[in-house]
């Protein structure tokens, strides 16, 4: 399990059935992993039943301070620089320049096909998923404190905080652009 890791590490990567995520999440923080990825399915997106095991994740995550939680339901994060892949998509994208963000994971294997094909390069490939923890906001408020993203592509479906996502969109847009 993973309080037998030989080390912390910074980001877990869940991709197991949704009724056994909470469970791992807890695991995870009585581990001290700060970072918690999910691409599991099965949660908000499919009614009642997933909605109460979202509910449980949260709670979980809830017990343990700093813990931030990517997904559920996503296609993953993807950061070229780093020779991060931490996403069921298909081979490493070129670096670039280009931040891209989005809610839906069909769009973004649409994207990483198309760029392939184009030679067009990201700096951050992220699918946020049911944005349970880190919506929209808290992702352009770090890509505004990464030198290499020029810009900022969203593919939004919904906005859960707009206050907090227009605060972090204007202070990005100061230096750089954004397109939704």
Not at 24 to 35: D, F, K, L, S, T
Not at 158 to 166: C, D, E, G, V
Request: aromatic letters at 8%; proline letters at 7%.
């Amino acid at each position: 399990g993973v309080a037998s890791l030989p080390a912390v590490p910074d980001l877990a990567v869940i991709c197991t059935p949704a009724a056994t995520v909470a469970g791992i999440v807890g695991e995870c923080g009585e581990a001290g992993i700060p970072g918690v990825l999910i691409v599991s399915a099965g949660f908000r997106e499919t009614g009642a039943d997933g909605a109460g095991l979202q509910a449980e994740v949260a709670a979980q995550a809830a017990r343990f301070r700093g813990m931030r939680i990517v997904g559920p339901n996503c296609l993953g994060v993807i950061v070229p620089q780093a020779k991060l892949n931490a996403s069921f998509a298909g081979p490493m994208p070129k670096e670039g320049q280009i931040a891209f963000v989005s809610q839906s994971g069909a769009l973004c294997t649409s994207v990483l096909d198309w760029a392939a094909e184009r030679g067009v390069g990201f700096s951050h490939f992220i699918s946020v998923g049911n944005m349970m923890d880190v919506d929209f906001g808290d992702i352009i408020d770090y890509l505004g404190r990464d030198p290499q993203p020029r810009a900022i592509i969203l593919y939004i479906e919904s906005i859960t905080q707009p206050r907090k996502f227009m605060s972090a969109a204007r202070a990005f847009t100061r230096t750089f652009p954004i397109g939704a």
